[in-house]
């Protein structure tokens, strides 16, 4: 029996926990899951709404 990777079929994000809160993986649709986060939760890119940036403007 081989532990071949799986490959995503479309867009997906590994929700990353040990990162920080929001955090994610991305994992393009075609590539594979790297078996460190394949038993970590995942969700479809599309089902997590954009983050706005918080970029901040410095005065010169």
Do not use: C, F, Q
């Not at 991305?26 to 706005?52: F, M, Q, S, Y």
């Amino acid at each position: 029996m081989t532990n071949e990777a799986e490959t995503v079929k479309e867009d997906m994000l590994i929700v990353r926990e040990d990162l920080g809160p929001e955090s994610y993986t991305l994992i393009a649709a075609g590539d594979a899951v790297p078996a460190h986060l394949a038993d970590l939760p995942r969700v479809r890119r599309t089902e997590v709404p954009a983050r706005k940036s918080k970029a901040v403007r410095v005065a010169s």
